[in-house]
């Protein structure tokens, strides 16, 4: 009976040793199974650390693009304004100088007017001078003229004298060194007043 109780604590020593050992074995192929994978997220980690620099890098470069193309952009926008303001000058300018334009070329064609009518006044005088040359071309037909002319000139002041009062012709004409001309006299008379004081 004794034998038979250590036969049966021997076997269940062997059995327990076999199952601590595939229990033993289990477990290191799960530890194993784990440990790959803990390496395997590491790894991951490890790569998902190195894009996370690596964004980070590619950020900060956009974010110095952006910044710039932003500097660019506010410096291309003042050019614009500047050029718009300039390009407004421009045309209140070309504004002005249309309205001038015209104004000269109003005043050009009132020039041309005129310059035509002078041209036609001095055709005209032309003719004339070249008529009165043709008359007066002798000194005999020149002196006749003259003649002509200052009887006319006579005459008229003759009878331009007969329609004025003797005052007026008096006062054209003068005393023409007469002190009496038909009984008047011809210089003005002068009055004497005197003033006395008047005694209290």
Same mark, same amino acid.
């Given at each position: 009976?004794?034998?038979?109780?250590?036969?049966?604590?021997?076997?269940?020593?062997?059995?327990?040793?076999?199952?601590?050992?595939?229990?033993?074995?289990?477990?290191?192929?799960?530890?194993?199974?784990?440990? @790959?994978?803990?390496?395997?997220?590491?790894?991951?980690? &490890?790569?998902?650390?190195?894009?996370?620099?690596?964004?980070?890098?590619?950020?900060?470069?956009?974010?110095?693009?952006?910044?710039?193309?932003?500097?660019?952009?506010?410096?291309?926008?003042?050019?614009? /304004?500047?050029?718009?303001?300039?390009?407004?000058? !421009?045309?209140?300018?070309?504004?002005?100088?249309?309205?001038?334009? /015209?104004? &000269?070329?109003? %005043?050009?064609?009132?020039?041309?007017?005129?310059?035509? %009518?002078?041209?036609?006044?001095?055709? /005209?005088? @032309? /003719?004339?001078?070249?008529?009165?040359?043709?008359?007066?071309?002798?000194?005999?037909?020149?002196?006749?003229?003259?003649?002509?002319?200052?009887?006319?000139?006579?005459?008229? !002041?003759? &009878?331009?004298? !007969?329609? !004025?009062?003797?005052?007026?012709?008096?006062?054209?004409?003068?005393?023409?060194?007469?002190?009496?001309?038909?009984?008047?006299?011809?210089? &003005?008379?002068?009055?004497?007043?005197?003033?006395?004081?008047?005694?209290?």
């Amino acid at each position: 009976m004794k034998k038979f109780f250590t036969t049966l604590f021997v076997f269940l020593i062997i059995a327990f040793s076999i199952f601590s050992f595939f229990r033993y074995f289990t477990l290191l192929k799960i530890n194993y199974s784990l440990e @790959q994978k803990i390496n395997e997220i590491n790894t991951k980690i &490890a790569e998902l650390e190195s894009t996370k620099k690596n964004l980070e890098i590619v950020l900060d470069k956009k974010k110095e693009e952006y910044l710039a193309l932003s500097k660019e952009n506010q410096d291309l926008l003042a050019k614009l /304004q500047d050029t718009e303001k300039k390009l407004n000058d !421009k045309n209140a300018e070309l504004e002005t100088f249309k309205k001038e334009s /015209q104004d &000269a070329t109003a %005043k050009i064609e009132s020039l041309n007017n005129e310059y035509v %009518k002078l041209q036609e006044e001095i055709k /005209q005088l @032309q /003719q004339e001078k070249e008529t009165l040359q043709s008359k007066f071309n002798s000194l005999p037909e020149l002196k006749e003229a003259y003649d002509i002319l200052k009887k006319k000139l006579r005459e008229a !002041k003759l &009878a331009q004298r !007969k329609t !004025k009062t003797y005052k007026e012709i008096k006062e054209e004409d003068g005393n023409k060194g007469f002190l009496l001309w038909q009984g008047e006299p011809t210089v &003005a008379k002068k009055v004497k007043i005197e003033v006395a004081p008047v005694s209290e």
